[in-house]
């Protein structure tokens, strides 16, 4: 259901990672809240996912895991959240998982 995601209200620091292979997709650090009911972030960690057009005029892009080919969510650009992208990742909650860490290393 929307906004019952396990990730959706969780801003503690760590990794989410891809809940097929394990890879690490995201920081907390890019994770923000939209307010759309899915968890948000603005940006993945460097060539973590893969990003395919969808319709909406190229405003939507399906996110795929760049390792393993999971579907992660979808990205949507130019909606002006003030993030440092001005995209909003929006990703389903059953697609990651969670570590607890030091992200600045």
Known sequence: KRGKGEFV????EGTYSCAGCGSAIYKSTTKFDSGC?????FDAIPGAIKQTPEGMGGRRMEITCAVCDG???HV???E???TPT??????????LKFAAGDVSK
């Open 9 to 12: 209200k969780k801003f503690d």
């Open 71 to 73: 579907h992660l969510g």
């Open 76 to 78: 949507f650009k130019g």
């Open 80 to 82: 002006g959240y003030a």
């Open 86 to 95: 001005d995209q909003r990742h929006c990703v389903n909650s059953v697609a």
């Open 37 to 41: 009911g899915w968890p948000a972030f």
